[in-house]
C-alpha cells in the first residue's frame, strides 16, 4: 500500500498500570510495516512507565484525554503540559466516549485542540453521530458542527498534521462496523470541510469495531489512511493479527 497508514491504539480503561506495561512490550515484538506509524493511548497512569518502554522505537505515545488550562484548581484533571513533559506526542480530543459519557461540548473540544496545538501535540479529533442521530438522518448536520467548532477561524500550524478520527458511536464497542463505502462518503465530506476551514486534507481515521476481518475494506478507500481501533488493541493476539493483515 502507498499511502501512509495511521494505527492508534486506544487502550480506554481496560487496562491497569501492570498490565498496560506488559502489553506495551508486547507491541515492540510486533512487526509494523514500514510506512506504518504507531501509537499508543494507555490510561494516564501507565504513560510514564510505557514512555521508558518505547523509549528509542518507533512507536509513540498519546493521551486519551487532556485538560486545556495548564495549571490551577481542576482537581482530577491532568493537562496537556504533563502529557507532553511524560513525552506524549499525540492526544485524542473529542472521544465519542468523552462527549457522551462525561459530557464534552464542541466547545471543550475546541479549547483542548488550542492548547495542544499551543504546546505542539498533534491533537486527534475524533466525530461521529449517534445512531439516534443517524436515524433521524442528523449525520451530515451533527459531524459538521463538530468539525466547524474545532477548526473555524484556526490557525492551523504547519509543523503540525490535521488528524480527524471518525468513529459512528454506534459502531464503537459493538462489533457492528460501519460499512466501508459509508466510511468513505463521510471521510470525504470531513476532509472538504476541514479544507476550507484550516487549508488542508486532514489525515483520516476510522474507528468502530475495527477487526483484521474488516480493515482492508476500509484502507482501501480513497480517504481512510488508518485506523484507531479500541477493543482489539487491548489485546497482543488481536493487535498483532489486525497490523499482520496489512501486508
Ligand atoms: P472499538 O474498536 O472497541 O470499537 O473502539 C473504537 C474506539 O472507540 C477507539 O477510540
Known sequence: MDKKLYFFANWKMYLGAKDSTNLAKEYLNIEYPENCKVAVFPSAFAVPEIAKILKGSELELGAQNTYWADK?????????????????????????????????????????????????????????????????????????????????????????TPIVAYEPVWAIGTGESCDAKEAERISDLISSWSEELIGQEPVILYGGSVRGENISGYLAEEHISGALVGGASAKAESWSELIGCLE
Request: charged share 25%; aromatic share 6%; hydrophobic share 35%.
Open 72 to 160: 490551577g484548581g481542576y482537581t482530577g484533571e491532568i493537562s496537556a503540559v504533563t502529557y507532553k513533559e511524560m513525552g506524549c506526542t499525540y492526544a485524542l480530543v473529542g472521544h465519542a466516549e468523552r462527549r457522551h459519557i462525561f459530557h464534552e461540548s464542541n466547545h471543550d473540544v475546541r479549547l483542548k485542540i488550542e492548547a495542544l496545538l499551543q504546546l505542539g501535540i498533534t491533537p486527534v479529533l475524533c466525530v461521529g453521530e449517534t445512531g439516534e442521530e443517524r436515524k433521524k438522518n442528523q449525520i451530515e448536520e451533527v459531524l459538521e458542527a463538530q468539525i466547524r467548532s474545532a477548526f473555524m477561524d484556526l490557525s492551523w500550524p504547519e509543523d503540525i
